[in-house]
């Protein structure tokens, strides 16, 4: 018979060996290698639905996740704010494109 949540707590605080025992017979988990070397904070974000699906949707075309590319974006609106911005290359290209077009007098 399996053992309902109270008695599992009830037994965890009992100091009760099983837990002991189960604990190491268990294989040891991989855990995932972190990314980056920069120390993160986890951070939880609230978000509309269609919101949310549209950010998933640019992060898939992109081929990352989608904290990575929620990100990225907060760092490039932070730049933008202390002068050091990340320039899209759509907006360079624009940038270019626009400077390459002779304007009329």
Same mark, same amino acid.
């Given at each position: 018979?399996?053992?309902?949540?109270?008695?599992?707590?009830?037994?965890?605080?009992?100091?009760?060996?099983?837990?002991?025992?189960?604990?190491?017979?268990?294989?040891?988990?991989?855990?995932?290698?972190? +990314?980056?070397?920069?120390?993160?904070?986890?951070?939880? !974000? #609230?978000?509309? %639905?269609?919101?949310?699906? &549209?950010?998933? $949707? *640019?992060?898939?075309?992109?081929?990352?996740?989608?904290?990575?590319?929620?990100?990225?974006?907060?760092?490039?609106?932070?730049?933008?704010? +202390?002068?050091?911005?990340?320039?899209?290359?759509?907006? !360079? #290209?624009?940038? %270019?494109?626009?400077?390459? &077009?002779?304007? $009329? *007098?």
């Amino acid at each position: 018979m399996a053992m309902n949540r109270n008695d599992a707590t009830k037994q965890f605080h009992g100091g009760d060996d099983r837990l002991a025992e189960l604990i190491d017979a268990s294989a040891p988990a991989e855990l995932p290698t972190p +990314d980056t070397d920069v120390p993160m904070v986890s951070r939880s !974000v #609230r978000l509309p %639905l269609d919101t949310y699906e &549209r950010v998933r $949707a *640019a992060a898939d075309a992109r081929g990352i996740g989608v904290t990575t590319l929620m990100r990225q974006w907060i760092e490039a609106g932070l730049a933008e704010l +202390d002068d050091s911005a990340t320039v899209s290359l759509a907006d !360079v #290209r624009r940038a %270019l494109a626009a400077l390459s &077009r002779p304007t $009329a *007098a």
